[in-house]
């Protein structure tokens, strides 16, 4: 018999733990960065957060709809299509970006460099046959 994740409960303990120690979190996501993102529900128009391992180069962050390799992207990912400005919490800042879905050769290259300092991210492409979606928050 499997065991049922509540993921609600454990998203709200990542991000109270990222607020309490600005931006680092332990358990699964020791040693990787982490961001909060803000979006708002596509049919609900309620605000979500949802924390995410990022690709950060520079001012840059990038986010993948990897949902652990799941055959359907994450609510996340609709809600940010849907309603592409939002904010973005990284360590102590809080900033406002507007999403922007990544396609061709630009989404395979940033996939890549995520993959090479975060292996997991290959065996989730691995794992679903659909293209995980790269988002670009870009500061507002």
């Known amino acids: 018999m499997s065991e049922s994740i509540d993921f609600d409960e454990m998203n709200r303990k ?30 609900s128009g309620t605000e979500r957060i949802s924390p995410l391992v990022p690709l950060l180069e520079g001012e840059r962050i990038f986010i993948f709809a990897s949902k652990g390799g799941s055959a359907e992207n994450p609510a996340w990912y609709h809600n940010l299509v849907a309603n592409p400005r939002t904010r973005v ?31 997991q991210f290959a065996e989730y492409q691995r794992n679903t046959d659909r293209s995980i979606p790269v988002v670009e928050l870009e500061r507002a």
Request: net charge negative.
């Open 14 to 43: 990542v991000i109270a733990e990222f607020r309490e120690r600005d931006g680092r979190v332990g358990g699964a996501f020791d040693g990787f960065p982490l961001v909060l993102v803000h979006h708002v529900g596509a049919k």
């Open 89 to 119: 919490e990284t360590g102590t800042e809080t900033v406002d970006v507007v999403a922007r879905v990544l396609t061709g050769e630009e989404r395979d290259e940033v996939y890549a460099r995520q993959v090479a300092v975060a292996p």
